[in-house]
């Protein structure tokens, strides 16, 4: 209960640095929902061009082209077996010539085509190794994918990770200087105070808990601004965004909207984790009790 | 109650205190006197441990002061009363918040702090004060509420650093008279100061520092500028 109490108090000193800090509260936050708004923002793009290229890259296939003789059947059966394949599909030589044959006036002869596999990988990274591995069995005459276009895709997914780890980190950066600041701003005007504090037996938790608070208030003060402003963007620019893209590329997904709750979780836990990790910092190089 | 053991304090080779001994009893009055640098504010300071010495043993209520941790420093405060001469009283707190906030700060519930904060200020005789603001108030009104504050947590010990160096010789001589009355209750009082009037009316126990060593040490005394050695 005392523990409660105390607790409880924290949070009352919480209110009472934050009404103290006036006009101040408003430029903290607005820079912060600036910068949450940015990474936000830049994360959702991130990840949904991320699963855009995932998904165009999840339509590459391994088509292995068999030898005759073998059961295509007992062949897909043991590509199966390898852990990158998702699903292999079986198209026998008399299905493909039966096409080939409605597709285009063919001459009567005997069916020249080979059984064909079809093979989808878990991912587009894992294009390559089962290729290779499919390529190595004693039943495969022969294989064809799409290499160049796997490995630009699997380039552009590195590229999208780092690019999205670097803005996330040079933000995280920019954010922690704003808290920084601000909470030691507002030590330096409650220095004596606090001397004073300590010097009545106040414990340091109780000293610097309000300030920790504060800058998590901060961060989730400005999370929540910032989420609204994506909000908005996501419900009234968002479609005529994807109109705009999907006609200039057909080939695109039109439900693009990738990650939106999980940018907002993200950016709700980063803005209080950044907000409070910063004070605490600040507090602890400032805060001599 | 206070003890201090070949106690010297040096800053960068300028000592402020040289080889002090001294030990205060449970529930006795002190002055500590002298002239501006003799170490009165050190030793002060040593006891709160604001300051380590830098050789030698502080005890207060028996535990050794060189060997608490930092973390321990709050809990010992806790246990000491200290007066101020500038009084150091939030500003932007009202006299009933200022004399309360330790207790809130220990988690104390709200009745008890009211009857506490009540009781501290009723010693003091500030009780038609509780709702005034520091700067509403004088110079020995504000020491006074320093005092309730002191008194609030019920500390065996009250250190009073200078208590009367801001105020008018009537208002110093109430003060002390005050704090004569909270030792009378049980309570350590040793109060370090250079007023020679506020010692001489009381005569109390006067332990009287220069260059930073204890020259005089006298039951009943009074504040000569230059005492006969009598320690």
Do not use: C
Not at chain 1, 146 to 156: M, S
Request: charged residues 20%; positive net charge; aromatic residues 8%.
């Amino acid at each position: 209960m005392r523990h409660l109490r105390i607790f409880f108090r924290v949070i009352i000193e919480t209110g009472i640095g934050v009404k103290r800090s006036g006009w101040s509260n408003w430029l903290v936050v607005s820079i912060l929902a600036i910068a949450l708004t940015i990474f936000g923002g830049i994360l959702q793009l991130t990840m949904t061009m991320k699963n855009v290229v995932s998904e165009f890259g999840s339509q590459l296939q391994v088509s292995a082209y068999l030898k005759d003789g073998f059961q295509p059947k007992r062949v897909a059966r043991e590509i199966s077996q390898i852990p990158e394949v998702q699903l292999v599909e079986i198209v026998t030589k008399d299905v493909a010539w039966d096409e080939m044959k409605s597709t285009f006036k063919v001459a009567s002869l005997a069916n020249p085509l080979p059984n064909t596999l079809h093979i989808k990988a878990s991912n587009p990274e894992a294009v390559e190794a089962v290729a290779a591995k499919v390529k190595l069995l004693g039943a495969v005459e022969n294989i064809r994918y799409p290499l160049k276009v796997a490995r630009k895709i699997n380039e552009l997914r590195h590229f999208l990770e780092l690019a999205g780890f670097v803005i996330t980190a040079a933000l995280s950066a920019a954010t922690l200087t704003v808290i920084g600041n601000t909470i030691h701003l507002l030590i330096e005007s409650r220095q004596r105070e606090i001397e004073i504090l300590s010097l009545m037996g106040v414990s340091p938790f109780y000293i610097k808990g309000p300030f920790v608070l504060q800058g998590a208030a901060y961060g989730a003060g400005s999370a929540a601004v910032a989420i609204l402003i994506l909000g908005l963007v996501h419900v009234y620019l968002d479609p005529y965004l994807t109109d705009q893209l999907v006609s200039l590329a057909p080939f695109l997904p039109r439900n693009m909207e990738y990650g939106m709750w999980q940018t907002f979780g993200v950016m709700l836990g980063l803005g209080i984790l950044v907000g409070a990790g910063g004070s605490a910092w600040t507090s602890g190089r400032y805060i001599k009790v | 109650m206070i003890r201090l053991q070949n106690v010297t304090k040096d800053y960068g080779g300028r000592p402020a205190l040289i080889n002090v001994n001294l030990h205060i009893a449970l529930g006795e009055f002190a002055f500590l006197v002298g002239p501006s640098g003799a170490g009165k504010s050190t030793l002060m300071r040593l006891l709160y441990r604001e300051e380590t010495p830098t050789s030698g043993s502080v005890f207060v209520g028996g535990v050794n002061l060189n060997r608490l941790h930092k973390r321990q420093v709050p809990l010992l405060r806790r246990r000491l009363g200290t007066i101020f001469q500038d009084y150091k009283l939030l500003p932007r707190q009202t006299v009933f918040n200022n004399v309360a906030y330790i207790l809130r700060a220990l988690g104390v519930d709200e009745k008890e702090i009211a009857k506490r904060v009540q009781s501290a200020l009723s010693v003091v005789s500030l009780e038609h004060k509780a709702d005034a603001y520091p700067d509403e108030l004088s110079g020995g009104e504000q020491q006074r509420v320093g005092i309730a504050r002191a008194i609030v947590n019920g500390p065996p010990v009250l250190l009073a650093d200078e208590p009367t160096g801001n105020l008018d010789p009537a208002t110093s001589l109430e003060i002390v008279q005050l704090l004569e009355r909270i030792a009378e209750r049980g309570t350590t009082v040793l109060i370090s100061t250079h007023d020679t009037t506020i010692v001489n009316a009381l005569r109390r126990r006067v332990i009287y520092l220069k260059g930073g060593e204890i020259v005089s040490d006298v039951d009943s005394g009074v504040y000569e500028l230059e005492p006969n050695l009598n320690v």
